[in-house]
């Protein structure tokens, strides 16, 4: 920005005057506060830089009152500079969190609405520098900035807002040559560390997970990982449902293992801890799960000589034999069998035994005997190298109990050989799928509400989920509302936890005023626009195919009271069958007489083609292509000498309902009810009842409730305020 660069050569000409650095004639003051009218974070950082410079230069030190540090805060237009005041001793904020929190979360919605949050983080700078000072200059700024957040962020809604941002700075930030030293970046990872044990919040893991996947993208050799891995190994372990979050990105990655492979090298690279080995068997585990014999056979043939390293660090003893266990012993089937490889392996092993012995405990001398015993029947154990020495010596402990048979060992080691039926018994058999609420971001239960019942569109989520063509993911660009919908279709179809989903990057790929606004919408208004920001999202192959679920055409058939000739009128695509209220009130609706009524007799004024007179004339509605899915809004909202009011009568809603398409009667199911709760229209909650499989259940944002298998009951537990508004019907036949 031109203004930045003017006031940025304005503080370096101040500086070269005489300044009084005490600030008893408010110089450094005016200063700071002249600094923070500077927008770029790049351009702020190097204007705050020069003035700290100068005070430190000077040996004095900074006095200002309280007033003069919240105006200071308040004025502040860069995160960067929020970031360095509150790391510098010279000017000590204390107290001033109220001020920085508002201030940030100022910034943060302001960088939203103009879409540059991103730019703001100086991504696209980071990646064009040219040589290595540039970068690290950029990545102390974005160190900073990303501080400053995740210091006052965890009470902040703010920080969820933008934690995907937060983790893609942290990944892009890393310095494999500098990170044990990076104090910095480590005092980053630390207070990270602590957010996430407080949280069991899914998004926040999902968002970590999904960056290191797409940074991975990104990444040819292992020492190119570290900071994905450094991060994965922080927090990975702490992770509640780590099995759900593992067939999730199975399923979002369509079993295309880069990520987990990489993050496999980067782990061994760097050494091993107790939860990289745990996590490395985890990844194993899932590979067998999805048959991956390629990845199987990397792994072991790259892993065993890592593993072998740390034979003497007994404290890592139990994970290293869990890994020989899986590897070497679960492993012996033919296609993954290596059997020179596996000998050489074997020799290494029992050597290591036998040269370490007396540092085992008793129990690691256990498992010791129990892996000799376990070694494949096809392997000469008398061959091995110091086999026979590492015998006599277990035999002198009494480690050797001839009366334990094989299969007795193999339960207590737990070993389950791979690909066999056993364990394809086991997959069938796995815990049922959980229904996942939304959680709601402040004012959302309108874009819950229609989210789920999309979900429980079967047609529709079977095209986002598994027909439509998956967009390559581009490390630091925002998701593309059609992967935004994958993301969280594929979550919410994976979970056998009891938890719920924030569909925070969703909503993001909105337009405005979905976008970023936080106050409360119509449920119908906002249906409308998301089916037009598919049109603009999605492939027009696939947005016609998302039509043929949800979109129908209506013709009007006029009859001249005249001549009585009958006219059509044009094909008219509608999305919602809207049905209104009859004006006498008196008697409850019936949802098959609305419709009825929004088809027949209307009462127009109508000139005809036939005999070109104008008259009141009979307009009947046809149906001439009904949709599989239809959406029937119930229009509860009326104008009343200029004010809205909300119309709360009940309706009788039937299960299944017949309308005609053409000549032909079509059956529709229904399985999806959007509810407005509230007196008013423009105020209230919306929540959603689904049909799953045979049962009724309530989505109220996160929290599910099953409700009954019959529907009566169902609309019976309808409290007076809650008020049916969008139905959702589907085809049963036809």
Not at 266 to 277: A, C, D, H
């Amino acid at each position: 920005m031109k203004n930045d660069e003017k006031l940025y050569q304005n503080i370096q000409k101040r500086l070269e005057g005489r300044l009084d650095f005490t600030n008893k004639n408010d110089d450094i003051r005016n200063l700071l506060i002249e600094c923070n009218k500077i927008q770029d974070n790049e351009q702020g950082y190097k204007s705050i830089n020069l003035i700290f410079q100068a005070i430190q230069k000077s040996g004095q030190k900074v006095q200002l009152s309280d007033s003069d540090q919240i105006q200071i805060v308040k004025s502040c237009k860069s995160l960067a500079i929020l970031g360095f005041l509150y790391n510098q001793d010279q000017i000590k904020l204390q107290n001033k969190e109220k001020e920085f929190r508002e201030n940030i979360r100022y910034q943060i919605d302001e960088l939203q609405i103009q879409g540059s949050l991103e730019k703001a983080f100086l991504f696209d700078v980071a990646i064009k520098c040219d040589n290595k000072e540039q970068f690290i200059e950029i990545s102390t700024i974005i160190k900073l900035i990303v501080n400053v957040l995740i210091y006052f962020g965890s009470d902040s809604f703010h920080f969820t807002q933008i934690f995907d941002v937060i983790i893609n700075a942290l990944l892009l930030t890393g310095n494999n040559t500098t990170i044990g030293k990076d104090h910095q970046l480590l005092s980053i990872l630390d207070q990270l560390q602590k957010l996430l044990e407080e949280t069991t919040s899914p998004y926040l893991w999902t968002i970590i997970l999904e960056s290191i996947l797409n940074a991975s993208r990104h990444t040819d050799k292992p020492t190119d990982f570290v900071q994905p891995n450094l991060i994965a190994r922080i927090i990975l372990s702490k992770i509640p449902f780590i099995n759900d979050l593992f067939n999730y990105f199975g399923k979002y990655l369509g079993r295309c293992y880069k990520f987990e492979y990489k993050m496999f090298q980067s782990m061994l690279y760097f050494g091993v801890t107790e939860s990289t080995l745990d996590m490395i068997l985890r990844f194993s585990k899932y590979f067998v799960k999805n048959y991956q014999t390629e990845i199987l056979i990397e792994m072991r043939k790259n892993l065993i000589p890592k593993l072998i390293k740390y034979m003497k660090a007994t404290n890592y003893f139990d994970q290293i034999q869990e890994l020989f266990n899986y590897f070497l012993i679960s492993s012996q089937q033919q296609q993954l069998s290596d059997q020179q490889l596996d000998l050489q392996h074997f020799d290494e092993i029992i050597t290591n035994y036998d040269d370490n012995f007396d540092f085992y405990s008793e129990k690691q001398l256990h498992r010791i005997a129990n892996f000799l015993t376990l070694i494949p029947q096809g392997i000469n154990k008398t061959g091995l190298k110091n086999y026979g020495t590492l015998e006599t010596k277990l035999r002198a402990k009494h480690m050797f109990n001839q009366q334990i048979s094989r299969s007795m060992i193999e339960k207590t080691e737990q070993i389950q050989y791979w690909f066999n039926e056993e364990i394809q018994q086991a997959e069938k058999s796995q815990p049922t799928q959980k229904l996942v609420g939304l959680r709601n971001l402040l004012n959302t239960c309108y874009l819950n509400s229609f989210i789920q019942a999309l979900f429980w569109s079967l047609d529709f989520r079977d095209l986002i989920m598994n027909k439509f063509k998956r967009e390559e993911i581009e490390f630091l660009k925002p998701f593309s509302l059609k992967t935004s919908f994958l993301r969280c279709f594929l979550f919410m179809d994976s979970m056998t936890e009891e938890i719920d989903y924030t569909p925070l990057l969703l909503k993001r790929a909105l337009r405005e005023p979905y976008k970023t606004d936080i106050r409360q919408q119509d449920a119908a208004e906002f249906g409308v626009h998301l089916f037009e920001d598919m049109e603009n999202n999605f492939d027009p192959t696939e947005y016609s195919q998302i039509k043929e679920i949800f979109y129908g055409v209506s013709k009007s058939v006029f009859q001249c009271k005249n001549c009585e000739k009958q006219t059509k009128g044009p094909n008219e695509e509608f999305m919602y069958i809207t049905l209104n209220f009859e004006n006498d009130r008196n008697v409850q609706e019936d949802i098959e007489k609305m419709i009825w009524r929004h088809q027949v007799n209307e009462q127009i004024t109508f000139k005809c083609d036939q005999c070109k007179n104008t008259s009141q004339s009979t307009r009947t509605l046809e149906f001439s292509k009904l949709p599989k899915n239809l959406i029937i809004l119930i229009n509860r909202f009326e104008f009343e000498q200029g004010n809205r009011y909300k119309i709360n009568d009940s309706i009788n809603i039937k299960p299944i309902i017949q309308i005609k398409e053409n000549q032909k009667s079509l059956n529709y199911e229904l399985y999806s009810i959007i509810i407005h709760f509230g007196q008013t229209p423009d105020m209230g909650h919306y929540t959603v009842y689904c049909k799953v499989k045979e049962d009724w259940h309530r989505f109220d944002d996160s929290i599910v409730s099953k409700i009954d298998r019959d529907f009566t009951k169902v609309q019976r537990n309808f409290k007076k305020e809650e008020t049916p508004y969008l139905l959702f019907y589907r085809r049963k036949n036809g």
